[in-house]
């Protein structure tokens, strides 16, 4: 079953607008942890941010920034006013606890920023 | 800077053929993994290794072994090459780290990836 869902595919918004990516998780542990990716075209996967199931508070940093909500299951991305070199491949991921770090992606989705 | 490398960005190999596919990091890190990377699947793992000679199925191991001689290099074995198996590859490194005497989870460090073609 997927245990991380990226439901949207993809988003194309034009410089300066917000975007935010969707992700769902699904697990029955107490303790895992959420990651998002960053793949741009040049296709080597860059780590964004990594959270843990204990800490719930949002984070920011510059114009990315994350909203963690246990009580709905998702760890939802913002990039606020897209700029061209944010189109790219996002992938959120999940490791459980005790699984030696092995990540659960989801699927992806495309953010694609046009001048 | 963690680097991972990998042996080939691009490989193309015909269908039947032994492919070696090779990774090396040069952070000490304990734990590696080889991903497959599908559109609309995302990434799914194939095998993982925590130790040398240590090596662990992951969610899509068939038609694929791995191998782990050195901390620093993993190599993924397509035994027989099959058109299915065409994709890109991501290998992947993340340090060990206990913390009163759970595993904490780490990020983990990607390649560049190499794209297999099979024909």
């Known amino acids: 079953a997927q245990k991380v869902t990226q439901a949207q595919t993809e988003i194309s918004v034009v410089e300066k607008e917000d975007v935010t990516l969707d992700c769902v998780y699904e697990?029955?542990?107490?303790?895992?942890?959420l990651f998002w990716y960053k793949q741009p075209p040049s296709g080597e996967l860059v780590f964004l941010i990594r959270?843990?199931?204990?800490?719930?508070q949002n984070e920011i940093s510059g114009r990315y920034s994350w909203n963690f909500q246990k009580s709905t299951s998702s760890f939802n991305f913002t990039i606020t006013a897209s700029q061209v070199v944010d189109s790219a491949v996002y992938f959120c991921?999940?490791?459980?606890?005790?699984?030696?770090?092995?990540?659960?992606f989801g699927a992806g989705t495309q953010v694609v920023v046009t001048p | 800077d963690v680097k991972v490398t990998q042996s080939s960005r691009y490989l193309v190999k015909r269908t039947g053929e032994k492919v070696f596919l090779e990774c090396v990091q040069d952070?000490?890190?304990?734990?590696m993994f080889w991903y497959r990377q599908d559109p609309g699947l995302g990434l799914r793992l194939i095998y993982f290794?925590?130790?040398?000679?240590?090596?662990e199925k992951g969610d899509i191991p068939e038609g694929y072994s791995v191998s782990r001689e050195k901390k620093e290099r993993f190599s993924l074995i397509l035994e027989s090459a099959s058109t299915n198996q065409t994709s890109m590859y991501l290998c992947?490194?993340?340090?060990?780290?206990?913390?009163?005497?759970?595993?904490?989870?780490?990020?983990?460090?990607f390649g560049p990836g190499t794209r297999l073609t099979v024909l």
């Open positions: 992947a490194s993340s340090p060990l780290v206990r913390a009163s005497g759970s595993l904490i989870d780490r990020e983990q460090f």
């Open positions: 697990t029955r542990d107490t303790t895992y942890y």
């Open positions: 959270r843990n199931s204990f800490d719930e």
């Open positions: 991921a999940l490791s459980e606890a005790d699984s030696w770090g092995k990540l659960q």
């Open positions: 952070m000490d890190h304990e734990n």
């Open positions: 290794s925590y130790d040398v000679k240590m090596k």
